[in-house]
């Protein structure tokens, strides 16, 4: 509340600046509510643990899929066992949901494999897009850093996502790590104890 009481008065204000610099200044706004809502939003799931329970991954997964694929995004599920986790079903479909659209966002789609070893299930979501200069493969995990620098909403947020889904993934246990795929795109790649 208080972090969004300035914003409700820069909107108040903008309403009786001229029409060129009121767009300009609602754009703005919009951003900065945005960034607001991101960082609330961060800080609650790494400071509240939700419901945990035994789940059936791959369920989980099409749960996610499905979402994208009704929107008219490309994303593919490759077939494979049946893996159970314990786990927050919500706060895990966050995460996949985040390393999905990233995929998506920059690679044209998603392709999600899941398979177990070594006591862990391994989650794969690969894309075509360009990767990431290997300098970079662990500093995106930073809160607030950004691979795109563009300030474009629609190419980037705030750079929350990627921090808050590891946040997820270790506080089950496991861990995400990206690696540039032999050809181009990249993978995330999502353990999580069995």
């Known amino acids: 509340h208080d972090l969004r009481t300035p914003l409700t008065r820069l ?33 609650r799931d790494a400071t509240q643990t939700g419901q945990r329970s035994r789940l059936e991954l791959r369920s989980l997964l099409e749960s996610v899929a499905d979402g994208f694929t009704e929107q008219g995004r490309d994303v593919r599920l490759a077939a494979g066992e049946t893996v159970v986790v314990g786990g927050d079903s919500v706060a895990l479909k966050r995460m996949f949901a985040n390393l999905i659209d990233n995929a998506i966002k920059f690679g044209g789609l998603a392709r999600v494999a899941l398979r177990t070893e070594d006591g862990q299930a391994l989650v794969e979501i690969e894309d075509d897009g360009p990767g990431l200069p290997e300098a970079e493969l662990e500093s995106v995990f930073e809160a607030f850093r950004r691979s795109e620098p563009s300030r474009s909403r629609d190419t980037g947020g705030i750079g929350l996502g990627l921090t808050a889904a590891r946040s997820i ?12 795929r032999r050809g181009g795109g990249l993978k995330a790649l999502v353990s999580l104890p069995l």
Do not use: C, Q, Y
């Open 11 to 43: 909107r108040f204000h903008a309403e009786s600046a001229p029409p060129a610099l009121r767009e300009k200044m609602a754009g703005d706004i919009a951003e900065m509510d945005a960034m607001v809502a991101a960082t609330l939003a961060f800080v």
């Open 169 to 180: 993934a270790r506080a089950h246990g496991g861990d995400i790590v990206l690696v540039n």
